[in-house]
T-cell receptor, first 115, second 115 residues
């Protein structure tokens, strides 16, 4: 069975500093996608970044970047220059190619940003 | 575009009552899904649809029914509510053959409490 594990229930970072959120996953598939979603107190799920498993290059979106280690089945999210608006719950998610609407989520990491 | 809309935002039910959570999208997406979010468990897939008239079960389908008579709407029905169905429910849509977009877009969620 495919599973996604986030081992850090809570993290804290100082404003302007860098923080890394961890995610590991278990799958026997070779072609899949990985995602990080942000859920602020408004409850809205916001896609932060996406990584295709067949791409060796790590995805980046402005201050957000990932460290994708396919052999280790690891997919961490790095937030640089943290801002107060980054405070939220962050979910790691996985799906296989073709299963467009069947995401498997981790349990989330609650990120606090200290001024 | 309004994106994915869900009604109601909040609902309180008594055990045994029935209700329908509404979900609509105006992006002409073929795929739609329902997830539930419980504390400490992330989001779990309830039911999904790959097009009008086609639905299938996800990870936690028991106690829920769905139908998809139009591309735009994907209601979730609770026939006899139970306290274990207290949760936040998210609807999502994805995939457009016209635009090639595969990302899931989430609605704002419905917080349901069953007493």
């Amino acid at each position: 069975a495919q599973t996604v594990t986030q081992s850090q229930p809570e993290m804290s970072v100082q404003e302007a500093e860098t923080v890394t959120l961890s995610c590991t996953y278990d799958t026997s598939e070779s072609d899949y996608y990985l995602f990080w979603y942000k859920q602020p107190p408004s409850r809205q799920m916001i896609l932060v970044i996406r990584q295709e498993a067949y791409k060796q290059q790590n995805a980046t979106e402005n201050r957000f970047s990932v460290n994708f280690q396919k052999a280790a089945k690891s997919f961490s999210l790095k937030i640089s220059d943290s801002q107060l608006g980054d405070a939220a719950m962050y979910f790691c998610a996985y799906r296989i190619r073709g299963a467009t609407n069947k995401l498997i989520f981790g349990t989330g990491t609650l990120l606090a940003v200290q001024p | 575009n309004a994106g994915v809309t869900q009604t109601p935002k909040f609902q309180v039910l008594k055990t045994g009552q029935s209700m329908t959570l509404q979900c609509a999208q105006d992006m002409n997406h073929e795929y739609m899904s329902w997830y539930r979010q419980d504390p400490g468990m992330g989001l779990r897939l309830i039911h999904y649809s790959v097009g009008a008239g086609i639905t299938d079960q996800g990870e936690v389908p028991n106690g829920y029914n769905v139908s998809r008579s139009t591309t735009e709407d994907f209601p979730l029905r609770l026939l006899s509510a139970a306290p274990s169905q207290t949760s936040v429910y998210f609807c999502a849509s994805s995939y457009s053959a016209r635009t090639g977009v595969y990302e899931q877009y989430f609605g704002p969620g419905t917080r349901l409490t069953v007493t």
